[in-house]
């Protein structure tokens, strides 16, 4: 019995090398939809482990960008151009656009918020080229991983709202 005792051990360490060869370590991007985000503020609703990809589409000002992990999607952000505000009715919290746990948040750079543990809805000044941007943010955290919490949303809302406004160019 003694001279199998260590057989069990020896075995292990191989297995532990091989699964920590196949994790791949989370690399937070820098930019999502050409604006540069923040990684501390991005990595905390992504999983540990994955390959993040990155698809969007620009129409004009609007834009529509997707972030994957592992062919999951974790974030969804759609940038729309106003004219004028949205109306007071769809700024009651939803769950079927996400944000049904969401609460009114104020935010310095934003007019409205809504922020929740799936996502955010924020319109912001803009001047030009658009009167006002209305940020959508959804968060659907991928198998395994645990829900985030409305302050690590609105953490990555707050890096990542400025940076688009800088980037889009606005002047309020």
């Known amino acids: 019995m003694r001279k199998h005792a260590g057989r069990p051990a020896a075995l292990a360490v191989p297995l532990l090398a ?21 990684r501390d503020a991005l990595t905390p609703l992504l999983p540990e482990e994955g390959e993040v ?4 589409k620009q129409l004009t000002l ?6 994957r992990v592992d ?19 769809d700024w009651i919290p939803d769950k079927e656009l996400g944000y049904l746990s969401g609460k009114v948040t104020q935010l ?37 991983q645990s829900e985030a919490t409305s302050k690590k949303v609105k953490g990555f809302i707050q890096d990542y709202v400025t940076a688009a406004k800088k980037q889009v160019g606005c002047t309020a």
């Not at 809805?121 to 803009?126: A, K, M, N, Q, R």
């Open 108 to 144: 310095p750079f934003a007019r409205r918020a809504i922020v929740g543990e799936q996502g955010a809805l924020v319109e912001t000044d803009c001047g030009n080229p658009s009167k006002y941007l209305l940020f959508r943010v959804d968060y659907s955290p991928v198998d395994g």
């Open 18 to 38: 091989l699964a920590t060869a196949c994790s791949n370590p989370i690399d937070a991007p820098k930019a999502i939809c050409g604006t540069p985000v923040d």
């Open 53 to 56: 990809t990155q698809s969007s």
């Open 62 to 67: 609007d834009e529509y960008c997707v972030v």
């Open 71 to 89: 062919k999951s999607r974790v974030l969804q952000i759609e940038i729309r151009e106003l004219n004028e505000p949205l109306p007071a009715e």
